[in-house]
């Protein structure tokens, strides 16, 4: 089973900044569709953002729009996650994940391979 291993969550005060990564250095992310879910307790995956394999067109929730930032280095099979102006409302656990199918959305049943999860938590 194919993993991605994730770093960078921790504790960030509101307004705060926090950048995930997410990488298997095994595999390279040429074509294939990237993205970020984050899930808290009592909920299922909620989609963040996602990243077309194709033309590395980007898609984000409203929820995040204008303060997180998709990107990929493909040969290094690595996605990051840039997020800025932290809200409280932002804590979870946050997972990235590839669908390999060739699809360009967030619905969580169409991603393939996940990440192990990061916790990121946003208090004062």
């Known amino acids: 089973q194919l993993t991605f291993v994730e770093s960078g969550g921790g504790l960030v005060h509101p307004g705060g900044s926090l950048r995930l990564s997410c990488e298997n250095s095994?595999?390279?992310?040429?074509?294939?569709?990237v993205g970020w879910f984050r899930q808290t307790p009592g909920k299922g995956h909620e989609g963040v953002s996602c990243m077309s394999g194709t033309d590395d067109t980007t898609y984000y929730a409203d929820s995040v729009k204008g303060r997180f930032t998709i990107s990929r280095d493909n040969a290094k099979g690595t996605v990051f996650l840039q997020m800025s102006t932290l809200k409280p409302d932002d804590t979870a656990v946050y997972y990235c994940?590839?669908?390999?199918?060739?699809?360009?959305?967030?619905?969580?049943?169409?991603?393939?391979?996940w990440g192990q999860g990061t916790q990121v938590t946003v208090s004062s």
């Open positions: 994940a590839v669908e390999v199918s060739g699809g360009f959305d967030l619905d969580e049943h169409e991603y393939d391979y």
């Open positions: 095994a595999f390279t992310l040429d074509y294939y569709t």
